[in-house]
């Protein structure tokens, strides 16, 4: 009896666990059906061609773009037309539509027409090249493991993007020129010149949101492989609003428009609106199909589309032209108009050249805004407001301006603060200036200095072995006039030459030295070597400009004199104090030769000109010299002869030394 009880239970507590299984089972499998039903499917962008209207349509542009257009009609057979706005680029061609082409991109090099895979068929694209010399104008390429779902042509190239989200590049003979692999499923592309641009879906929306991203590949002339010129980035959407249109300005800036209208273009990695459709439209139902964009003339080249977003393609469309409005607050009052014609000339100057014409029109309507908008600012008796928009002000002079406006019209406060930031402008200005003018003239010196630095390098005298000295040793070259002055009519008289004696001992110092090439006098440069310079305050030295440019010249040229008779002193006393009364002359190099034969007729030529500018005008001349003549100064070795005056009773402890001597007359000659 016991083990049947025993049984019984068992068996008992089995079917009660089966049935708890089930259960769970059944709990689980409602929670899965209740999660799959909680989460709806999400709809993304389908891939679409920029400037083209529907598939379905049976009359359709394939393509309406800035060079023509590719038009698709369906009667018996299907046909292409290929027109383009400007005859002189090509003349129209009318083909029939064999493979079922419903893609295209039209430029002035080509026209590439895409078909998708259908059923056995592949896909195919097709290539006319406008500007063939030979019997073959078109080619093609058949795709059998995947699909194009877009395709764009630049200047050099053509694109199409794959469904297995590859970017094929072919030049426009059908060469094939890269492969690029797009972070996501292209949505479409667009090119011009060597720019290609691809939007691709990032990530799945929020709610009815697009999560869109794009790229912009350059592809160089050459065979260098294709880049992306900056990492991926999102394309900016309204909430709810899909992509319509992608493409390139006439500067080559990229430009969107979603669906509400919104046209966008890319500035530094920065989308600005410049335009909204709805607003210029006073119908709902009405669209603007856009064609192209121009900055220079600030104006958007769309068609009117009556109660559709497409124009139709039987009739020929009316292109209009729409100047730029970004969307402003207040647009109905003077202020608000004042800005936004403000801003939008801000944004032209950074986007067009900056040597055309319209740059500079562009600053001019800047300065111009600013005034305008000052003007508001001080009669609406918004001092703080008009201080602000003067400090936006570029230069000092359109600051005075203000403030001579601020004192007409009675405005003292604001004008005595407009004349302290127009000194502060001033010393910025001046600032500026000085250091501009610092760097040409640096670049200038190294460019001068170079040459003898060169020079020196050849000479093996110069080149002689150098001692490292501390301060205290090394002697000093800067010493008054006076101890260079001998009396002319005293009898000369023999004298033994220490190797280690100062060079200055032995080197005639001229008291009464012409003033050559725009130096000052002697006695000036001698001050100027051992005194500092009245420095002018940069307010000064930009009111004065003259007067300032006479100073810093004067001082730059006396600066460097003194550095190359420092630097050339030292050089001579070096090659003394390390010599021991038997010194080999140097060899002058052929540059130094040319100087030393050419300088008294460049004198004559440049009487006015600076020690700089003739050396300048030599190095330009030995440069241009026949390699024959170049070669005789090159290869001639000339020693310098002692001078006459030099009379010496030991030819042979002072034969070195009177040639340092005449070398350092020549110099200073």
Same mark, same amino acid.
């Not at 900055?295 to 977003?309: D, F, P, V």
């Not at 110092?509 to 100027?528: A, C, H, W, Y």
């Not at 005008?617 to 003549?629: D, I, T």
């Given at each position: 009896m016991a083990s049947s009880r025993n049984e019984v239970d068992v068996d008992d507590i089995l079917a009660m666990v089966n049935e708890d299984e089930i259960e769970t089972e059944s709990v689980v499998s409602v929670k899965r059906e209740a999660s799959k039903t909680s989460l709806p499917e999400k709809s993304i962008q389908a891939p679409f061609q920029p400037g083209?209207?529907?598939?379905?349509l049976n009359d359709r542009y394939m393509i309406y773009n800035y060079i023509g257009y590719v038009r698709s009609q369906e009667f018996e057979d299907s046909i292409i037309d290929i027109a383009f706005h400007d005859v002189t680029v090509h003349h129209n061609i009318h083909m029939s539509n064999t493979y079922g082409h419903t893609m295209a991109d039209l430029s002035e090099q080509c026209c590439i027409l895409g078909a998708e895979k259908s059923g056995e068929t592949p896909g195919k694209v097709v290539v006319l090249q406008l500007n063939s010399w030979d019997q073959h104008q078109e080619w093609s390429v058949d795709f059998v493991d995947e699909e194009p779902v877009c395709v764009a042509t630049g200047e050099n190239f053509a694109a199409v993007a794959m469904d297995t989200n590859l970017i094929r590049l072919f030049t426009v003979t059908g060469v094939q020129r890269g492969l690029l692999t797009a972070p996501g499923r292209v949505v479409c592309a667009s090119a011009r010149g060597n720019k290609l641009f691809i939007v691709f879906h990032m990530a799945l929306g929020v709610k009815d949101d697009s999560a869109l991203g794009f790229c912009i590949a350059e592809i160089p002339f050459n065979f260098v492989p294709p880049f992306w010129c900056e990492p991926p980035q999102p394309l900016p959407l309204k909430p709810g609003s899909v992509l319509q249109w992608i493409g390139f300005s006439d500067d080559s800036n990229p430009v969107i428009m979603d669906s509400t209208g919104v046209v966008n273009i890319l500035y530094r990695n920065s989308w600005i609106p410049i335009f909204e459709t709805r607003r210029k439209l006073s119908n709902k139902g009405d669209n603007y199909f856009i064609v192209g /964009?121009?900055?220079?003339?600030?104006?958007?080249? @769309?068609?009117? !589309?009556?109660?559709?977003?497409?124009?139709? @393609?039987? /009739?020929?469309?009316?292109?209009?032209? /729409?100047?730029?409005?970004?969307?402003? !607050?207040d647009m109905d009052t003077d202020k608000g108009v004042q800005e936004e014609a403000l801003l939008r000339w801000s944004l032209v100057e950074q986007l067009v050249p900056q040597d055309c014409r319209e740059a500079t029109e562009a600053v001019k309507k800047i300065r111009e805004g600013l005034m305008k908008l000052f003007a508001l600012s001080t009669a609406a008796d918004r001092d703080t407001r008009a201080y602000s928009v003067a400090s936006l002000m570029n230069t000092a002079h359109q600051v005075q301006l203000a403030a001579k406006y601020a004192l007409r019209t009675q405005h003292r406060k604001l004008a005595d603060k407009l004349h302290q930031l127009a000194n502060q402008k001033l010393d910025e200005e001046a600032q500026a200036e000085l250091e501009?003018?610092?760097?040409? +003239?640096?670049?200038? /010196? @190294?460019?001068?200095?170079?040459?003898?630095?060169?020079?020196?390098?050849?000479?093996?005298?110069?080149?002689?072995?150098?001692?490292?000295?501390?301060?205290?040793?090394?002697?000093?070259?800067?010493?008054?006039?006076?101890?260079?002055?001998?009396?002319?009519?005293?009898?000369?008289?023999?004298?033994?030459? *220490?190797?280690?004696?100062?060079?200055?001992?032995? $080197?005639?110092?001229? +008291?009464?030295?012409?003033?050559?090439?725009?130096?000052?006098?002697?006695?000036? +440069?001698?001050?100027?070597?051992?005194?500092?310079?009245?420095?002018?305050?940069?307010?000064?030295?930009?009111?004065?400009?003259?007067?300032?440019?006479?100073?810093?010249?004067?001082?730059?040229?006396?600066?460097? #004199?003194?550095?190359?008779?420092?630097? *050339?002193?030292?050089?001579?006393?070096? @090659?003394? +104090?390390?010599?021991?009364?038997?010194?080999?002359?140097?060899? $002058?190099?052929?540059?130094?030769?040319?100087?030393?034969? #050419?300088?008294?007729?460049?004198?004559?030529?440049?009487?006015?000109?600076?020690?700089?500018?003739?050396?300048?005008?030599?190095?330009?001349?030995?440069?241009?010299?026949?390699?024959?003549?170049?070669a005789k100064y090159l290869n001639t070795s000339k020693k310098r002869k002692p001078l006459e005056s030099d009379d010496c009773s030991d030819q042979k402890r002072t034969k070195g030394f009177s040639g340092l001597k005449s070398f350092a007359r020549e110099d200073e000659d």
């Open positions: 083209s209207t529907p598939v379905h /964009i121009s900055e220079r003339e600030q104006n958007i080249r @769309a068609i009117l !589309c009556k109660g559709s977003r497409y124009p139709a @393609a039987h /009739i020929t469309p009316v292109v209009q032209l /729409i100047g730029w409005q970004m969307p402003l !607050c501009t003018l610092t760097t040409e +003239q640096d670049s200038s /010196i @190294a460019e001068e200095v170079t040459p003898v630095r060169r020079s020196i390098a050849e000479n093996p005298l110069l080149k002689a072995k150098s001692i490292e000295e501390t301060p205290s040793t090394v002697p000093s070259l800067m010493t008054p006039l006076s101890l260079g002055k001998k009396n002319p009519f005293a009898k000369k008289q023999e004298k033994t030459v *220490e190797p280690s004696m100062n060079v200055l001992d032995t $080197l005639t110092v001229k +008291q009464n030295k012409p003033k050559e090439f725009g130096t000052l006098p002697t006695d000036i +440069q001698t001050s100027k070597k051992t005194l500092k310079p009245k420095q002018m305050t940069l307010k000064d030295r930009f009111l004065d400009k003259s007067k300032t440019n006479g100073i810093e010249t004067a001082t730059i040229e006396q600066t460097i #004199n003194v550095e190359t008779e420092n630097s *050339e002193n030292k050089v001579v006393t070096e @090659a003394i +104090q390390n010599g021991e009364g038997n010194v080999e002359q140097p060899k $002058l190099s052929g540059f130094a030769l040319f100087l030393h034969e #050419n300088r008294a007729s460049l004198l004559e030529e440049l009487p006015d000109s600076l020690e700089e500018e003739i050396t300048k005008v030599a190095v330009q001349r030995f440069r241009k010299l026949p390699s024959e003549e170049k």
